[in-house]
């Protein structure tokens, strides 16, 4: 292969690494030398450095293998479920309903977690650490989102769920349910 072109496909290589890779390397029957991202049999396997978000390259262990990463510790928030599931997404509510909120939490919090509920960013503080349904009276007209953040007192670690939102209407003066007979 033409060194030039060698070049080109190395640099073209290297554009694509965001992270560690495996190229492949092989010479064919008329002594060509090529390089791909899927593997061929009899072709050597090339591991390319990654780079960080700096610039500068990760060095390879020996033998061509990307240096391992320290080992993180085992989280303590590991749930097989953790999700709002009522009230559904995009629900609009009338003033005067009463919302249920649950949370769907599988395995069951333990002893040191906690729950956090934020509607709309904020806090809710009148409600129990280990709540997973909780009630919110008449709610004013609006849009609200609401989450739950359950957080390990023994590590600091927290976990919280996607928002949800949902919708608050008031009825109209005018509509029909309001007319007296």
């Known amino acids: ?4 072109i060698l070049c080109l496909v190395l640099g073209a290589l290297a554009a694509f690494g965001a992270s560690a890779a495996v190229v492949y390397k ?16 009899g072709a050597e396997k090339i591991y390319t450095s990654r780079s960080t978000k700096s610039g500068s390259a990760i060095p390879l ?3 061509n293998q990307p240096a391992k990463k320290p080992q993180q510790p085992a989280s303590t928030l590991n749930f097989n479920e953790f999700a709002i599931t009522s009230p559904a997404k995009e629900t609009t509510f009338f003033g005067d309903e009463v919302i249920s909120v649950n949370l769907a939490l599988d ?4 002893q040191e977690q906690t729950i956090t ?8 503080t009148d409600q129990q650490p280990d709540a997973v349904e909780i009630v919110l009276p008449r709610l004013d ?14 590590t600091g670690e927290s976990q919280s769920t996607p928002s949800v939102t ?13 007319k007296n007979p």
Do not use: C
């Open 166 to 178: 949902f919708y608050v209407r008031q009825p109209s003066e005018l509509s029909p349910q309001h």
């Open 61 to 63: 262990a020996a033998g």
């Open 26 to 41: 092989w010479t064919d029957a008329d002594g060509l030398v090529h390089y791909s991202d899927q593997p061929v049999p």
């Open 1 to 4: 292969m033409h060194p030039r």
């Open 141 to 154: 007209r609006g849009t609200y989102s609401i989450a739950a953040t359950v957080t390990d007192l023994m």
């Open 117 to 124: 509920w934020a509607l709309n960013g904020k806090k809710l």
């Open 107 to 110: 395995p069951p919090l333990k």
